[in-house]
C-alpha cells in the first residue's frame, strides 16, 4: 500500500523560501518509473499542477514557476523535497505531494493516483 | 501551456439525475485526460484516467468519453454522495495542466 505525507511549516513570511518535504511507504522513490508531482490549491480554488519528479531526476516544473522552484530526492530517507524561493501572500494554498501511476508511452505521462493528505501553507506579509 | 476549459462551472442536479461535464484541450491530448473528484476539505480522488478508464474502486455510474480536444465526464444516476467539485486535467505533456473545475450542487 502506497502513502505519503506532506510535512513542513504551515506558516512562512513573506520572501522566505518553502521547504516541504514528501514522506513515501509503499514505494521506492529511485525505483524505474516512480514519479511524485507536487500540487497546491489556494483555498476556494482550483488545483495547481507544480511539479514532477522522477527517480531518474529528470524533474518537470511549472513554466510560471520554475525560477521559484526546485524539487530534489533524499532516497535514504525514501523522501522528496520540494523548495520554493520568495514566498508571497499569493502562495498561500494547500500544498499535495502525489504519486503519478503511468499509462500510454512516452515517460511523462500518467495520471495522479493516490495524494497525500495535504499541508496548509499560509504566507504572511 | 495546454489550457483546459471545464463547462459549466456549476450545476445543480437532482439524485438520480444523468450529469455530464465537458472539458476541452486548447490543442489536442490525444487520450491523456483523467478526471478527479474533491468534496470540501477532501484530498482530490482520481475518478477515470486515460479518457474513460475506471480507477479501481469507483462506482459504474461514472464513466468519461472523447478524445483529441473534447472530453465528458457522465455521472448517470447522481448519487448524495456525489455532490462536489470534479477536475479534468491533461497529462499529454508537462506542464501537466488542470481545468478550472465544475462544482455540482444539490437541487
Known amino acids: 500500500q502506497i502513502t505519503l505525507k506532506e510535512s513542513g511549516p504551515t506558516l512562512v513570511k513573506a520572501t522566505e523560501t518553502l521547504m516541504l518535504t514528501c514522506s513515501l511507504s509503499?514505494?521506492?522513490?529511485?525505483?524505474?518509473?516512480?514519479?511524485v508531482g507536487w500540487i497546491r490549491q489556494p483555498p476556494g480554488e482550483a488545483l495547481e499542477w507544480l511539479a514532477l519528479v522522477y527517480w531518474d531526476d529528470d524533474n518537470r516544473y511549472s513554466p510560471s514557476l520554475k525560477s521559484r522552484l526546485t524539487s530534489t530526492k533524499d532516497t535514504s530517507k525514501n523522501q522528496v523535497v520540494l523548495l520554493m524561493t520568495n514566498m508571497d501572500p499569493v502562495d498561500t494554498a494547500t500544498y499535495y505531494c502525489?504519486?503519478?501511476?503511468?499509462?500510454?508511452?512516452?515517460?511523462?505521462?500518467?495520471?495522479?493516483?493516490?495524494w497525500g493528505q495535504g499541508i496548509m501553507v499560509t504566507v504572511s506579509s | 501551456d495546454i489550457q483546459m476549459t471545464q463547462s459549466p462551472s456549476s450545476l445543480s442536479a437532482s439524485v438520480g439525475d444523468r450529469v455530464t461535464i465537458t472539458c476541452r484541450a486548447s490543442?489536442?491530448?490525444?487520450?491523456?485526460l483523467n478526471w478527479y473528484q474533491q468534496k470540501p476539505g477532501t484530498v482530490p480522488k482520481v475518478l477515470i484516467y486515460a479518457t474513460s478508464s475506471l480507477q479501481s474502486g469507483v462506482p459504474s455510474r461514472f464513466s468519461g468519453s472523447g478524445s483529441g480536444t473534447d472530453f465528458t465526464l457522465t455521472i448517470s444516476s447522481l448519487q448524495p454522495e456525489d455532490f462536489a467539485t470534479y477536475y479534468c486535467q491533461q497529462s499529454f505533456t508537462t506542464p501537466w495542466t488542470f481545468g478550472q473545475g465544475t462544482k455540482v450542487e444539490i437541487k
Open positions: 502525489a504519486h503519478r501511476k503511468f499509462y500510454g508511452s512516452g515517460s511523462y505521462k500518467g495520471v495522479f493516483d493516490i
Open positions: 509503499g514505494i521506492s522513490i529511485s525505483t524505474r518509473g516512480v514519479g
Open positions: 490543442q489536442t491530448i490525444s487520450n491523456y
